[in-house]
């Protein structure tokens, strides 16, 4: 395994591959877990090298202290990578990147960008473009993979691919929970033992509430997600909307040919939490 902190050597061993070699990329921001190795096996199947980038990208985060305490494990993410057979990663400083500013461009994702995550967290999808659209002019890959877990980013993943033009791929992976059926994530590392407990409740919660989604209206469903937070002594909820998968737009009634989820997103202490259902 290859490992890069500068974009010059980076690129100078993916010149060493013939033409005909297909690229699978898979950016991430270390911390690594499961569900990380879980888009790596994918893209294992489908691309002759995979590169892993393991950057904690300033510009998407909106509270400095979460960039503070985001947790970072390289040299435990370097062992994980190892032992999956991974070929190439990528783990820069900020200064490589950004140089001297660090800064995002703006983007606009035709409106994707305005929904749920977008108006709770300023900034944020100006830092995943920027970020993403870097790591891509660096990488050049075939197939770059994004996981369901931020189903959002990975529409504007391929929001931006579109609009720009961008010769790549966007693979979509399925959502990988431990066995309690919490969302695998970076940030359940730093839940306190009882938030740790109670944070099933969440993937629980939403799984009745596709089931009350086939019969009864989206806001008769919404209120019933609200009121069972409401109870709930340990876990605050920020947002449960139900939208159309494509524009993410939030829905008044169902029609037949739309593809819906739900997402939701809760605070189990100081912890912020994000998880999402197919409807
Ligand atoms: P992160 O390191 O959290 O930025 O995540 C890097 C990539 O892994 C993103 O495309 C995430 O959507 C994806 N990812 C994170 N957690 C999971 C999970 N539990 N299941 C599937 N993909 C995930």
New binding site residues.
Partial sequence: MFVFNDIKNLQQHLLTFNNDKSIGF??????L?Q??L??IKKAQEKSDIVVVSIFVNPTQFDKPEDLVKYPRTLENDLKLLESVNCNVVFAPTAKEIYGDKITSKSFTFDGLEHQMEGKFRDGHFDGVGTIVKRLFEIVKPTNA??????FQ??QIIKKMVENHSIPINIVG?????EEDGL????RNTRLTDEHRLAAPFIYKTIKKARKKFKKNAPEKVISWVKKKFKKHPLLKLEYFEIADEKTLKTIKKKDDDKRYRAFIAVFAGEIRLIDNIKL
Avoid at 173 to 177: A, G, T
């Fill in positions: 898979v950016p991430t921001m270390g911390a877990h569900g990380h879980s888009l993979y994004f996981g369901e877990k931020d980013q990975l992976c399925e959502i990988f929970r969302a695998m994530s970076s």
